[in-house]
């Protein structure tokens, strides 16, 4: 099995992620299974989950894969319950799940007059449903898993609770108004949880990723000649660094900081941008 970026130990512990079929979590399974935990794999589509878990015990890993709603209380909360009774309490839980919708989300940047009475799906036009779907799925979907298995973290000390943020959460992203929301509320959130769970032995912290090139979202980002998209080159010209981030290195690094009792002992309540200073550069 690889080695981990960071000496960070985590044998012994069982590990929950949520939206573990996804590409980011995913990738950060095999890391924490890497770094010694058995993981628990949650996700609504359960034959995508089982693939990751297949993969991590192909490495030597230890993995189980459960189907979840994240917005179902009475099922997360009997998933919570086979967890415990296959691995054990839970030391980790990482609420990586998450996601935009169409019914979300504007067709542009900027309102321009006559938008209102056109085919273009303007602010006026955004679905109800769409915006609560899309809170509802970050910020309740991140609430209800932290419910089922803190309730076996509070009072053994050493427990970790990692929420997924975004870089979008200090400045909003054009377009997606409702994901913008959500993802701030759970940048809130993860600090109210450091604080509310600060003498019970947990704590709360959530990575603010920018934006990664991944095998699925690459033909988005670049051409067939390999040059950025006008999307792309927006981003870059936004991010100081002036590329794409590296998901399996430069997001697994900050991972095993926040998850390291020894190293990240004194650390809750964080909310770490892992976005090549996107959320820090201002245009000028």
Same mark, same amino acid.
């Given at each position: 099995?690889?080695?981990? #970026? ?32 058995? #993981? ?25 894969? !459960? ?42 940047? !900027? ?92 704590? #709360? ?80």
């Amino acid at each position: 099995m690889k080695k981990n #970026v960071l000496n960070t130990d985590l044998s012994g512990k069982v590990a929950v992620v949520t939206g573990a079929g996804g590409v980011l979590c995913s990738m950060l399974s095999k890391v924490l299974a890497r770094a010694g935990a058995k #993981v628990a794999l949650l996700d609504l589509a359960l034959d995508k989950a089982e693939k990751v878990a297949e993969e991590i015990r192909e490495e030597g890993g230890t993995a189980k894969a !459960y189907a979840c709603n994240v917005l179902d209380k009475e099922l997360c909360y009997r998933v919570a319950d086979e967890v415990e009774k296959d691995f054990g309490p839970c030391d980790i839980l990482l609420n990586g799940a998450g996601g935009n919708n169409p019914r979300a989300t504007t067709d542009k940047e !900027y309102y321009e007059e006559g938008d209102i009475d056109s085919d273009t799906k303007s602010f006026f036009d955004l679905e109800e449903s769409g915006v609560r779907f899309v809170f509802d799925l970050n910020f309740a979907g991140t609430l209800i898993p932290t419910q089922a298995f803190a309730r076996q973290m509070v009072g053994r000390g050493g427990c970790n609770i990692l929420n997924i943020s975004s870089m979008n959460a200090y400045t909003p992203l054009t377009k997606i108004p409702a994901y913008s929301g959500a993802k701030a509320a759970v940048s809130n959130f993860t600090q109210w949880l450091a604080v509310h769970f600060s003498k019970a032995g947990i704590r #709360v912290n959530a990575i603010a990723p920018g934006f990664f090139a991944t095998a699925q979202n690459r033909a988005l980002l670049f051409n067939e000649d390999g040059t950025p998209t006008a999307r792309t080159g927006k981003i870059l010209a936004a991010t100081p660094m002036g590329r794409l981030g590296n998901s399996e290195t430069e997001l697994s690094g900050a991972v095993l900081f926040l998850l390291n009792n020894e190293a990240a002992s004194f650390v809750t309540g964080v909310v770490i941008p892992i976005d090549g200073g996107f959320s820090a550069y201002s245009g000028v």
